[in-house]
Structure formats: structure tokens, C-alpha cells
């Protein structure tokens, strides 16, 4: 057979597969558009975010809220800062809505006591700040909520930021510690972007870079990167998880000198979660099997890697949750946010 012929009968094949692929996957279009890619829940317009499994008939979930959260956000909701030491960390941005407000950089929580004789600092992510809820709702107002209930004498502080890492949420604890008070409680929420997302791409290879780009134009090309990349995902993961550990021992140890309270909680992801319904298997799906590796992967080297000294898991809080609570693969709606506080206030009531 000649060279040409040769030539001819892959290129065929090669077209065939493509047209195989896009039959399969009904996706017809020669490039991605990017509007189309999954994205946080706050950004969706409230017509959209409404219409979803887990905000169909939320009584909270009004035009005037979503409207003004996006309103006020809309800029940027973080912004960034430096520490004495140079390490550098994010604060939420301060507005002021009737429903959704951030104060002195904190965003607001609700029924705190009058008196209190100590402080409960909660630092995490997006997944903490809860774009998704009015104030009355936020997993620190639930919080605040159940120890309000009990005569408690505690105050709680949502340090929540949207884009935190632990690294990010290390750096803002020193930058505010002169606020801590010998007994007060750090409680740190990870997880969602402690996995590699934020870092991945840095460590690609060269060609698999190049391969990636082309995958824009070809689905053959773009199915072969991630058969190519799967295993880098994981070792990705797996280090940056263990890497991970080795800071929350420190933040641990740095809390303890200053005899302040600590206690790390890994947070819940969808892809974590036990017997999805119908509407979480699509939503898995449609983020792709990037995020898919890497939360399956990063998350069960946590969960190995986790010292029940200081550190705990709410990965099983929503497997019984029908309809679902996740608005995409991390943030929550109001059910998601008060079981959630529930499950965080179980697990550290006693270090109190």
C-alpha cells in the first residue's frame, strides 16, 4: 500500500472517530465556547439558578436577593492583601445590602449574644462565605443560631472568602491573631480548592499543554489529553493533599503555642457523595472528569491522612440529602447550610 493511500485511510479514521465522538457526546460545535463552561452557582442569572433542583421553591430565593448579591459583587468579592511576613491571603470585599452584606471585611452573621465571653472564628472559602443565601441562612449564622439557643456565650466570625486556600487562610489567621484570645476556637473548613485546581496546569508537561490547546477544535484530541493526563491528575492530587496535611499540622501547632483553640473540617463535595440522584449525575458530569480525578483522589488522601486530634470530615453530611443541596460541584443552599452547621457544631462543641 502506498504511502498516500496510507495517509488517505487514517485521515478517514481519524474524521470518522471525530464524527463518532460528537454523535455520542451531541456536541456539534467546532469550538467550546466558553460561556457554556460550568461555573460557580452565583454567577448564573436568577432566572437560570432558580429553575435548579435544589432552589425550585426556596422561599429565601427572591429576585430582590440574587439581584442584589450579584449587584454588589459583581466587581470582585475578594480582595487581595499581605501579611507582616509577605504572605499574601484575600478579604471579602465590604457591601451593604438588606439581605447579603459583608462588614469589616466579614460577612454578616446573625443572633449573635449581647455578652460573650469567647470567640469562634470560622475561615474557609466561597463554600463558608455562602453566596447562594441571604445572611439569615449562612452555615455561621446557623451556627451562631444553635449556640444563641443554648445560652451560649460565644460570638462567631465568618471569615469566609471566596478563591481561600489553606495556604491563603493560614496567612490571614497571622495577619489578625492580635483578635485571638487564650481559649478562643479557629474552626477552618478545606478542601474545595486545596486539591491542585488552582495548581495543576503549572506541573502539565509540555506536550500534553500543547495537546490540551488542541482539544479546543477536536474532541478526538481533547478525549486523548485526558487519557493522557488521568495520571497526572491523580499524583497531582495525592501530593498536593499530603502537602496540604503538612500545613494544617503546622497552623495546629502554631494555634497551640498561642493556646488558642484549633480544629480543621474537611468540607463536602458533590463528587464525594453517596447514591447521586439523577440531577447530581449530570452535574458531576458536566464539570468534567479533570475535577472528577482530582476531588476522588485528593479527597481520600485527606480522609487517609486526616489526625482526629484536630481534625475532622463532613464528606457523608448530605448523602441522604433528596432533593440535592449542591447548586454545583461545592456551594449549598439553605438545607445544605444549616445541616451543615448542625455537623460542624457536633464536631466541635467539644473543644469548647
Known amino acids: 500500500m502506498r504511502t498516500h493511500e ?32 460550568p461555573q460557580s452557582s452565583r454567577f448564573y442569572d436568577f432566572e437560570k439558578i432558580s429553575s435548579i433542583e435544589p432552589h425550585k421553591n426556596c422561599d429565601y430565593l427572591t429576585k430582590e436577593f440574587w439581584l442584589e448579591m450579584q449587584n454588589l459583587t459583581k466587581d ?9 511576613s509577605g504572605n499574601r491571603y484575600l478579604v471579602a470585599k465590604n457591601c451593604n445590602g438588606r439581605l447579603f452584606s459583608v462588614e469589616e471585611n466579614l460577612r454578616t452573621t446573625l443572633f449573635s449574644p449581647k455578652f460573650s465571653t469567647r470567640n469562634y472564628f470560622l475561615f474557609g472559602s466561597s463554600t463558608l462565605h455562602n453566596f447562594e443565601v441571604p445572611n439569615h441562612l449562612t452555615t455561621a449564622t446557623m451556627i451562631q443560631k444553635i449556640f444563641s439557643g443554648s445560652n451560649a456565650e460565644l460570638t462567631v466570625h465568618n471569615y469566609g472568602v471566596s ?62 489529553h485526558r487519557r493522557l493526563a488521568q495520571s497526572g491528575w491523580k499524583k497531582h492530587a495525592k501530593i498536593t493533599a499530603q502537602h496540604k496535611i503538612k500545613l494544617l499540622e503546622e497552623i495546629y501547632e502554631w494555634a497551640t503555642l498561642k493556646n488558642i483553640k484549633f480544629k480543621a473540617i474537611l468540607e463536602p463535595v458533590l463528587h464525594l457523595k453517596q447514591n447521586p440522584n439523577n440531577y447530581e449525575v449530570a452535574l458531576r458530569k458536566s464539570f468534567g472528569q479533570k475535577l472528577e480525578v482530582l476531588y476522588k483522589f485528593g479527597y481520600e488522601e485527606f480522609i487517609r491522612l486526616l489526625d482526629p486530634k484536630f481534625a475532622a470530615s463532613t464528606t457523608n453530611v448530605f448523602n441522604q440529602t433528596d432533593p440535592s443541596v449542591f447548586l454545583d460541584q461545592a456551594h449549598i443552599n439553605a ?18
Request: one cysteine or more.
Open 163 to 224: 478563591g481561600a486556600t489553606l495556604e491563603n487562610n493560614f496567612a490571614r489567621m497571622q495577619a489578625v491573631e492580635h483578635k485571638f484570645n487564650d481559649g478562643d476556637l479557629i474552626v477552618l473548613l478545606f478542601g474545595i480548592n486545596d486539591v491542585g485546581l488552582d495548581t495543576y496546569s503549572s506541573y502539565e508537561s509540555v506536550i500534553l499543554k500543547i495537546i490540551r490547546r488542541l482539544g479546543d477544535t477536536s474532541l478526538l484530541i481533547r478525549t486523548i
Open 335 to 352: 438545607v445544605g447550610t444549616e445541616l451543615l452547621a448542625a455537623e460542624i457544631v457536633k464536631l466541635t462543641t467539644p473543644c469548647l
Open 6 to 37: 496510507i495517509i488517505v485511510l487514517v485521515s478517514i479514521a481519524l474524521l470518522a472517530s471525530e464524527f463518532c465522538l460528537r454523535l455520542r457526546h451531541h456536541e456539534w460545535k467546532l469550538f467550546r465556547d466558553p460561556n457554556s463552561k
Open 76 to 84: 470582585r468579592s475578594g480582595i487581595k492583601m499581605t501579611n507582616d
